[in-house]
């Protein structure tokens, strides 16, 4: 199989990247914070300041603001002065979970596949971990990978409380958090870079400290078995005069503890193993609790592996060394080399791994050709309904300059046709003038009642409509009417007119003998003074005769002196 660092870097379409400027990598336990100030430079890792600084019982490791203080102050005080920091949980806050996928075509499906396989095995609520994943060979699934054709992962599950943590711890702190990692991988980098990997086979390193003791095993630069144990490993008491024997039965069962979980994970790995070609070579002791060199010495006695504390190379670049031992700076030496390589540090529980689904160009193809399509579509059709819009109201504006020039020939349209009918009747061998005049001497004033649509026939009928006050007028009218001669045939009654005239009826006429009739004797009742037809109002009828309805002034009487009030020809 491919290095695991090749690997993914394909998977995930990276580039090496390196962290630019000074940074702060932070170890911390129970007793102790550890603190690296480090840069890179020309491809190698520079240390300008190291930094161990005791923790007293009044910070509480459960405040991240009482975190977040210890490290500013810590910091502060050794004048380590950086932009961000980089962090790392430890093995007993993470869970790891070896699988073996099929091989996917991105990383995006990678992805996928490594949340929804560790969802399920291991039941967590998706809003209450944060997950990310490595590709490594685990002791659990080794081989399976290459006899399957499949891609062994090593996926990693933490609280969602715990990387929060971090983060108010880095708040706290005034420093950016650039990553949060896990600290055996942090300890594998520090080992690798104290060149502890000459020999083919396996690696073990054993990180004490105060309270726990974790247990790795590395395959080159991939974590083949990792572990966490509880210790309690708080120190050497105080030398007493005297009590020497007590001391050294303290110190022997504190190592010992420390020893058989050491042991009993390292043979529980190689029982499990199946690769027996890369046996464990060499034990590597780290930590900053004083036990580190009886836990080694003992652990080559009970194992029969050569076994070591760990000690940085002399290529790490420190311009600084604290009077400790540098046995308890691993994670942080290691932190700071991964960080020359951002990718190289496989876990990062502050930005796990999200790839964005890949493009698929033919979709995009069609999915723009589609929007492009809609939008020219409806551009299109935005554009035909203005030009509709625009051919309507350009219609109608014509057809209203037409309607008001069409309206004067209209006009004398009427009044030719008017005069035509007045030539008719006169040139007609039925006297229509003398019944007209016989008809409105029969007639009260215009205020009383008023004849509309007045019409003739050739048998000698005129039909007309009657408008008047009420029933007593047009009965007088009716009875006028008869004792002229005329047959009076009353129609229907309609509505009141617009006019406030309440009696309204169609009324039918059959012409009598006129020539009986003598019409000198039928005088017209005398005009009023505002009559509009008086003599000396011709510039009042005038108006009222140019108004198309009829319509007068307000206040004007209506024409009188007896005579009907027809309002077709623009008079009443």
């Known amino acids: 199989m491919a290095r695991s660092l090749k690997t993914l870097r394909q998977l995930a379409g990276g580039k090496a990247k390196t962290r630019k400027g000074r940074f702060l990598t932070v170890d911390i336990d129970s007793r102790h914070l550890y603190l690296a100030l480090a840069e890179h430079v020309r491809g190698k890792t520079r240390f300008h300041r190291l930094a161990m600084e005791p923790l007293n019982d009044e910070t509480r490791l459960d405040d991240p603001v009482a975190v977040g203080r210890a490290i500013r102050r810590a910091a502060k005080r050794h004048k380590m002065q950086a932009k961000g920091m980089v962090m790392h949980l430890r093995r ?32 967590l609520e998706p809003g209450e971990t944060v997950i990310d994943y490595a590709i490594e060979t685990h002791v659990e699934t080794e081989g399976e990978g290459e006899e399957s054709g499949g891609l062994e992962v090593l996926a990693a599950a933490v609280r969602h409380s715990i990387v929060e943590f971090a983060r108010a711890v880095a708040q706290e702190a005034r420093l950016k958090l650039f990553r949060l990692g896990l600290r055996p991988y942090a300890d594998m980098f520090g080992a690798l870079n104290a060149r502890m990997d000459t020999t ?20 080159g630069d991939t974590l083949a078995f990792s572990r966490a144990c509880v210790t309690r490993l708080h120190g050497r008491p105080e030398k007493a005069q005297g009590d020497a024997t007590q001391e ?4 022997s069962g504190a ?5 058989l979980e050491a042991a009993r994970s390292l043979q529980s790995f190689q029982a499990v193993q199946r690769d027996r070609s890369r046996p464990i070579g060499t034990i590597l002791v780290a930590g900053g609790t004083g036990f580190e060199a009886e836990v080694a010495d003992k652990l080559t006695t009970r194992l029969g592996v050569p076994s070591q504390v760990f000690e940085p190379s002399e290529q790490v670049l420190i311009r600084r060394k604290p009077d400790e031992s540098l046995s308890g700076f691993i994670s942080c030496i290691g932190l700071a080399v ?6 190289r540090q496989p876990l990062n529980f502050d930005r796990p791994k999200n790839p964005k689904a890949p493009l698929n160009i033919k979709r995009v193809r069609r999915i723009a050709i589609g929007v492009a399509a809609a939008i020219l579509l409806f551009a299109g059709v935005g554009y035909a309904i203005n030009e509709r819009i625009t051919l309507t109201r350009e219609r109608d504006r014509l057809t209203t300059m037409v309607a008001q020039q069409r309206e004067p020939v209209r006009e004398a349209a009427r009044q030719v046709r008017r005069v035509e009918s007045l030539n008719r009747w006169t040139e007609s061998a039925e006297p229509w003038v003398g019944h007209l005049a016989l008809i409105s001497s029969a007639f009260p004033d215009a205020e009383l009642a008023y004849i509309n649509s007045f019409t003739t026939q050739s048998n000698r009928r005129v039909n007309f409509q009657l408008s008047s006050r009420d029933s007593t007028v047009a009965d007088r009218i009716e009875q006028a009417l008869r004792e002229l001669g005329y047959d009076v045939v009353a129609g229907r009654t309609s509505q009141p007119d617009q006019e406030g005239y309440s009696h309204v009826i169609d009324m039918t006429l059959t012409a009598g003998d006129v020539e009986k009739v003598d019409l000198a004797e039928r005088t017209a009742q005398p005009r009023r003074e505002n009559d509009l037809f008086r003599p000396g109002n011709e510039r009042e009828a ?18 009188g002196g007896g005579q009907p009030t027809i309002r077709r020809g623009g008079t009443r």
């Open 92 to 123: 007993a806050q993470v869970v790891l979970k070896p699988m073996v996928l099929p091989r996917p075509d991105s990383a995006f499906e990678l992805a996928q596949m490594v949340r929804f396989q560790i969802s399920k095995d291991l039941s």
């Open 200 to 219: 083919p086979e396996a690696l073990a390193l054993v990180h004490l400290t105060a309270d726990e003791t974790e247990v790795s095993v590395f395959h």
């Open 248 to 251: 050294t039965k303290a110190t």
């Open 255 to 259: 190592a010992d503890a420390a020893v």
């Open 338 to 343: 991964s960080e020359r390589d951002v990718y």
């Open 542 to 559: 005038e108006e009222f005769l140019s108004n198309p309805r009829g319509g007068a002034r307000p206040g004007a009487a209506r024409p």
